[in-house]
């Protein structure tokens, strides 16, 4: 190589130096969802949640089990008949996310962000009522604890529709009519940022097939009470419903996975 090309590469390799010199660190990496939780039905079984709870007041037990897995979902079957430790309600319901078949399970916590997807089939079975339907909810663990927040059916103004609360505040986050949704598989997509007082949020996405039937989001609100957050699916509603709406029914769930924000 002649002396005049060694002195062009070095002033180029030098320059090139220079402009690195002064420049700010690489950014941090950008928080994403990671996959935490992905269990099976047909594997897992009802070893994928903390706790079953499964007629816990024994109000029908030629009725059980009203819990249980047909091939890669999991069915939660109502009867009339059937009745909590509260006897104006009912409740078939299952808690928290397990991981593998010992006593370890996610604890999700203040300051935390998760999501959850998971696909669900609502029979026309299943109603919307004037009194409160729950089918999924995120809860303090420990007996006498209000919701946190909840995904209901809900009648309004004679409506069936499918809403989702921020409950102790009473904060509407979105609603939708039920009756296109019944009979048929859909997507849920749950978001919620874990904050007390104002710090906490939610974003809540229904799909039905390739269309987004609903996304909706609120921020600056109340997530959290003590200890940690749980979540819970199933039938868990109130007997006072003035609609005719209470029959035997059933709620499926399946592929459900959980992601936290990291």
């Given amino acids: 190589m002649s ?20 420049l700010p660190s690489a950014p941090a990496h950008a928080a994403s969802w990671q996959l935490k939780w992905s269990p099976s039905a047909s594997s897992d079984g009802l070893g994928a949640f903390e706790t079953v709870e499964d007629d816990r007041a024994g109000s029908h037990p030629s009725g059980a089990p009203h ?47 998760w999501r959850l997807t998971y696909s669900m089939y609502i029979p026309s079975s299943l109603k919307a009522t004037t009194s409160f339907t729950h089918i999924m909810q995120m809860k303090q663990p420990g007996t006498g604890s209000s919701p946190i927040v909840v995904q209901s059916l809900r009648r309004v103004n004679g409506v069936q529709t499918i809403e989702l609360k921020q409950f102790t505040d009473d904060i509407l986050v979105g609603r939708t009519e039920l009756e ?30 390739s269309t987004t039937v609903i996304d909706k989001s609120r921020t600056g609100i109340d997530t959290f009470l003590a200890d940690r957050v749980r979540p819970k699916w ?3 509603r109130s007997l006072g419903d003035t609609s005719g709406s209470l029959q035997n029914c059933y709620l499926q769930l399946s592929n459900l996975r959980g992601y936290q924000l990291v």
Avoid at 70 to 84: E, I, K, L, P, S
Avoid at 95 to 109: H, I, K
């Fill in 3 to 22: 002396t005049t090309r060694r002195k062009l590469l070095g002033y180029a390799l030098g320059g090139a130096a220079a402009t690195t010199v002064g």
């Fill in 67 to 113: 819990i249980y897995t047909t091939g890669n979902n999991w069915r939660f079957t109502m009867h009339t008949v059937d009745r909590d430790t509260s006897t104006d309600r009912q409740r078939h319901e299952v808690t928290g996310l397990r991981l593998g078949s010992g006593s370890n399970y996610l604890r999700w916590t203040e300051g935390q962000s």
């Fill in 180 to 209: 296109p949704l019944q009979d048929r598989w859909i997507d849920v997509d749950f978001q919620i940022k874990i904050g007390n007082g104002s710090a906490g949020s939610l974003r809540w996405i229904l799909k039905n097939g």
């Fill in 234 to 236: 199933g039938i868990y």
